[in-house]
């Protein structure tokens, strides 16, 4: 199926904004939401499963096997665990990331009422003029701090503004769509991955084309912590491709204008005939590909796996840039995945 410049305009707008709805692990629901709204919309069935994911299934014009494509929708972030004795407060990860990925970002905390506060992470002797520890200290969660913009001065302060260990903090996503045709923004991985799909199921309920299998899309709440597909997936799925970022960096094929099929992560390798497949499919449809192997990578394939899933599993997504970082990638990359996802289904004439 082609896609046009219209479909890839609606994907970069869905990443846009999906990266813009704050979804941290165990507090996802905004951009699941979001994703269930979208769906409604484009025309899609869907339905929550029991822990909070969203599935939707389109109905193959083949009897057999079925099929499932899964993204996760939750990103990075932080938790209060402490209240600092000046009134800053101490963080725990949420997701794996390095600390100079997040020094000097700004933050919202948000508050068990609700409440919106914003602040800044720097290290904790963080003026240039005060101390010299800034330049050779080792950033660690103990020497790291959330800088509040309100006047605080101690620990009973920021109680009183209702703020408690435990509450969430977002990271600004510094979105921008540049007019080369880059997206760079916190929070691609998976929010692309996220987007592909929808930009995918956008196409295929205008045209009114079935998938030849049963197809399940699988939108996961907790990947970044380990577990996000370990359930929702319907046992009749006997192949699982997850959607999420190629990885690119030095000695890496992925790009970011290529949708990249990963051949080995740190689960093993994928299953090959599916991988050959796939890779035949990017040759005789002229899409854009790579083939590639991520040295400290898992994804919802592997947590499937190993929750019991009888069933192969590959791994294709757009090439992302600094992942876990000021990521970016380029609209080719999106526009090459979503082809990819669409002619893996095989789309035919029948009524959905
Ligand atoms: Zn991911």
Redesign the pocket.
Known sequence: MRIDKKLTDYVVEQVVRLVKTPSLAGHTDRAISYVEEELTRVGIAHQRTGRGALLATLKGREEGMHRALTA?VDTLGAMVKELGKDGSLLFTPVGGYALATVEGEYVTVETGAGKLLRGTILFDEPSAHVSKKINDTKREFENMRIRLDAEVRDAKGTAKLGIAVGDYVHFDPRCEVTDTGFIKTRHL??KA?VACLLGALKALAESGSRPRRTTHFLFSTS??VGFGASAGIPPEVGELVAV??GAVGKGQESDEYSVCICAKDSSGPFDYALRQRLVKLCRSQKIPFKVDIYPFYG?DAAVAVRAGLDAVTGLVGPGINASHNLERTHRKALAATVRLVLAYVEPGDGKR
């Open positions: 996760h991985d998976d991955g990947e970044e999420d970022m994804s």
